[in-house]
């Protein structure tokens, strides 16, 4: 998996507006995407990466609003 670093680093800072539920949900849908990226969109290896199951990383794209940019130019809907 790429560097978290990065996930880090594009959060918002600490001292935002932003609540905690916010800032969490940016930080968990940025380490989401970078291991979406990494694993070039293949759910089953990001959810590895994550420690997570599969069903779950699904669950949390639905929550977080990310969606397959490749599905979703072909307009499909995610399982």
């Known amino acids: 998996m ?3 670093s990065s ?7 600490a001292n935002s507006t932003l ?3 916010q800032l969490m949900a940016t930080y968990e849908r940025n ?6 990226g990494a694993s ?3 759910q089953r290896r990001a959810a590895s990466s994550l420690g997570v199951l599969p069903t779950t990383l699904l669950e949390k ?3 977080l609003g990310i969606r397959n940019p ?3 130019a072909l307009g499909v809907a995610l399982p």
């Open 2 to 4: 790429q560097d978290i």
């Open 19 to 21: 609540g905690l539920k």
């Open 70 to 72: 490749r599905r979703s």
């Open 7 to 13: 996930a880090v680093a594009s959060a918002p800072a």
């Open 61 to 63: 794209m639905r929550r």
């Open 40 to 42: 070039n969109w293949n």
């Open 31 to 36: 380490l989401i995407l970078t291991a979406l």
